[in-house]
Nanobody
Framework: QVQLVESGGGLVQPGGSLRLSCAAS????????MGWYRQAPGKERELVAT???????NYADSVKGRFTISRDNAKNTVYLQMNSLKPEDTAVYYC??????????????WGQGTQVTVSS
C-alpha cells in the first residue's frame, strides 16, 4: 500500500505565502510524475502544477510566476511554494503521484487534501 500525506495548509492574508508538502510512503519502487490539484467550493478539481521525475514542470496559467513546484526524489516528497496568494487561490489542495509499486506496474495515488484559505 501507498500513502500520500499532505501538510502546510492554513489561513493566510492576501499577498502572503504558504508552502505545501506531500510525502509518499509505502511500497514504492519509484515515482514518475507528481502534482498538485485544487478544488474550490462548487467548482471542479483543477490542475495547479506538475513535475516529472527529471524535473520538468508545468503550471496552470493562473499560478504562473507565483507558485513553484519542486520535489525531493530521495524523500519521495513534492512541494508547492505559493507566493502572492490571492483570495481566489482558496481551495482544498490535493497532491497526487504516479507511483511504480512493482517493476512494470503503476497507478496514481491521491492525498487526503489540505485546506488553503486566503482572506483578510
Amino acid at each position: 500500500q501507498v500513502q500520500l500525506v499532505e501538510s502546510g495548509g492554513g489561513l493566510v492574508q492576501p499577498g502572503g505565502s504558504l508552502r505545501l508538502s506531500c510525502a509518499a510512503s509505502g511500497s514504492i519502487f519509484s515515482i514518475n510524475g507528481m502534482g498538485w490539484y485544487r478544488q474550490a467550493p462548487g467548482k471542479e478539481r483543477e490542475l495547479v502544477a506538475t513535475i516529472l521525475s527529471g524535473g520538468s514542470t508545468n503550471y496552470a496559467d493562473s499560478v504562473k510566476g507565483r507558485f513553484t513546484i519542486s520535489r525531493d526524489n530521495a524523500k519521495n516528497t513534492v512541494y508547492l511554494q505559493m507566493n502572492s496568494l490571492k483570495p481566489e487561490d482558496t481551495a482544498v489542495y490535493y497532491c497526487n503521484a504516479d507511483i511504480i509499486y512493482r517493476l512494470g506496474f503503476s497507478r496514481t495515488w491521491w492525498g487526503q487534501g489540505t485546506q488553503v484559505t486566503v482572506s483578510s
